[in-house]
């Protein structure tokens, strides 16, 4: 099993998504030492120290969570056409698992790579005060995204196109920006979660996924891969 998720992670890494990946963290690097501030004089840093760290985790933390719900989405609804599926000898629970696992295992990678850079440039300023919360924030929006790819892998086996993953981002967008739905609104935050708070919030979003994973593997049974 553990081959085959090698395989799913070369199959992505192709030059095109590497080519995608260096240009996110260039830019997610440009913007840390743009929002670190740590070129401006030390004393202003001291004076201001919980102004300048709330603005930069502001800024670092949504740039953060918009390229993870964007790059989540992309890369599960490139399941439907994982082409060489076909060549290989494998039920496709097995398939479809260790591709899961292995979309999974590239959000992590990407979110580590991200919080090094926060960190970097947080810490050679002279405002840095150490948060344990931001490694919690960041942990759980990567699982977010983990979900938001389910439901956009889903919705292409549904709408039979790659491209449903540019509705899923935007819907996440307006329902993240605190759109109300009345009655509905917690309903939809249960199918469509963006903002689930409270106790056992990792525990909550385990059990949205699951519920994803399964109704996905349901869907993906049915399609024919290309």
């Given at each position: 099993?553990?081959?085959?998720?090698?395989?799913?992670?070369?199959?992505?890494?192709?030059?095109?998504?590497?080519?995608?990946?260096?240009?996110?963290?260039?830019?997610?690097?440009?913007?840390?030492?743009?929002?670190?501030?740590?070129?401006?004089d030390?004393?202003?840093?001291?004076?201001?120290?919980?102004?300048?760290?709330?603005?930069?985790?502001?800024?670092?933390?949504?740039?953060y969570?918009?390229?993870?719900?964007?790059?989540?989405?992309?890369?599960?609804?490139?399941?439907?056409?994982?082409?060489?599926?076909?060549l290989?000898?494998?039920?496709?629970?097995?398939?479809?698992?260790?591709?899961?696992?292995?979309n999974?295992?590239?959000?992590?990678?990407?979110?580590?790579?991200?919080?090094?850079?926060?960190?970097?440039?947080?810490?050679i300023?002279?405002?840095?005060?150490?948060?344990?919360?931001?490694?919690?924030k960041?942990?759980?929006i990567?699982?977010?995204?983990?979900?938001?790819?389910?439901?956009s892998?889903?919705?292409?086996?549904?709408?039979?196109?790659?491209?449903?993953?540019?509705?899923?981002?935007?819907?996440?967008?307006?329902?993240?920006?605190?759109?109300?739905?009345?009655?509905?609104?917690?309903?939809?935050?249960?199918?469509?979660?963006?903002?689930?708070?409270?106790?056992?919030?990792?525990?909550?979003?385990?059990?949205?996924m699951?519920?994803?994973?399964?109704?996905?593997?349901?869907?993906?049974?049915?399609?024919?891969?290309?």
């Amino acid at each position: 099993m553990l081959r085959l998720i090698w395989l799913h992670l070369r199959y992505f890494l192709t030059k095109n998504n590497l080519i995608v990946l260096s240009l996110v963290i260039l830019l997610y690097t440009i913007l840390g030492i743009y929002a670190s501030k740590f070129y401006i004089d030390c004393n202003k840093q001291i004076l201001y120290n919980q102004l300048y760290q709330e603005e930069y985790t502001y800024i670092m933390f949504t740039i953060y969570k918009l390229i993870v719900i964007l790059f989540s989405s992309y890369i599960f609804s490139l399941i439907k056409s994982s082409s060489y599926f076909v060549l290989l000898n494998i039920t496709k629970i097995k398939f479809y698992f260790t591709k899961v696992v292995s979309n999974f295992i590239i959000i992590l990678f990407l979110t580590f790579l991200m919080l090094i850079i926060y960190f970097v440039f947080s810490l050679i300023t002279f405002w840095y005060m150490f948060d344990i919360n931001i490694i919690t924030k960041f942990l759980t929006i990567s699982l977010q995204g983990m979900i938001i790819g389910l439901i956009s892998s889903n919705l292409c086996y549904l709408v039979k196109t790659n491209f449903a993953f540019i509705i899923v981002f935007f819907l996440y967008i307006i329902f993240d920006n605190g759109i109300e739905f009345n009655i509905f609104s917690q309903i939809i935050n249960v199918i469509f979660p963006t903002n689930i708070e409270g106790e056992y919030v990792i525990l909550k979003y385990f059990l949205i996924m699951n519920l994803y994973f399964l109704s996905g593997f349901c869907l993906f049974k049915r399609q024919e891969i290309y």
